[in-house]
């Protein structure tokens, strides 16, 4: 009787430690594989966001250098040169696009602002990394709202989170009129000096075109509880 209770007792023992052991492996296991996919899917949406800034930089970069632009730049030819911005933000599907004297003068634009008279506004970082460095630049870049109404007033209007409450928008808070753009900026030379820096760039606020890509190029229409 000893026998059998200590043969029971032994068996049980070693059952319980395999099976805890077992569940720790396949606890490991998946949690491994799912850290993994995750940390995959990340870097995915991370190079496919890097892609569409180095798009947005090619794209202003192939428009820097035809004779026809740079000889409007050097002229300082306004409405061809306004011409020429908005044909190329059509095809890089930009939200905002512009070109800066090395003075610091907005030279031309798209939108409601395109054609008027050269003004000095707050000064773009985008614009001024570009001159500093003498290089083509792109990266994420914080406008405010003088910015974006100095690009487009609707660009503004587009950029501007209603502050919100448990689904209700709050009264009393204020809204977030500043945005996170996507932006480029490309140099222009005379010879050995930046005579202007053209830029431009996407709307991240409110935007959902890069989210929607990563979603249908990662997941593939995979949803979750109906969504």
Do not use: W
Not at 149 to 175: F, H, S, V, Y
Not at 207 to 221: C, M, Q, S
Request: with cysteine; glycine share 10%.
């Amino acid at each position: 009787s000893k026998l059998i209770t200590s043969l029971l007792g032994v068996t049980l023992l070693v059952g319980a430690v395999s099976l805890l052991a077992g569940v720790f492996m396949l606890k490991e296991y998946v949690i491994g594989e799912a850290a993994n996919r995750v940390r995959q899917d990340l870097n995915a949406a991370s190079e496919m966001y890097r892609t569409r800034g180095r798009f947005i930089r090619t794209a202003l970069s192939i428009t820097s250098l035809g004779s026809g632009f740079i000889h409007s730049v050097a002229s300082e030819n306004v409405a061809d040169l306004s011409f020429r911005l908005s044909r190329m933000a059509h095809h890089a599907g930009l939200d905002f696009a512009g070109l800066a004297a090395e003075d610091g003068r907005n030279l031309c634009r798209i939108g409601s602002n395109a054609i008027g008279p050269a003004t000095i506004g707050p000064f773009n970082p985008v614009v001024r990394l570009a001159m500093a460095r003498g290089a083509s630049v792109e990266g994420t870049v914080v406008y405010t709202r003088d910015m974006l109404i100095q690009e487009d007033p609707e660009l503004a209007e587009r950029a501007r989170i209603p502050m919100r409450d448990n689904g209700t928008e709050d009264r009393n808070a204020a809204d977030e009129t500043s945005a996170l753009v996507l932006a480029a900026a490309v140099p222009i030379f005379d010879g050995n000096t930046v005579i202007a820096v053209l830029y431009g760039g996407q709307l991240l606020n409110r935007g959902e075109a890069i989210v929607d890509a990563v979603r249908d190029t990662i997941f593939r229409g995979e949803v979750y509880k109906g969504r």
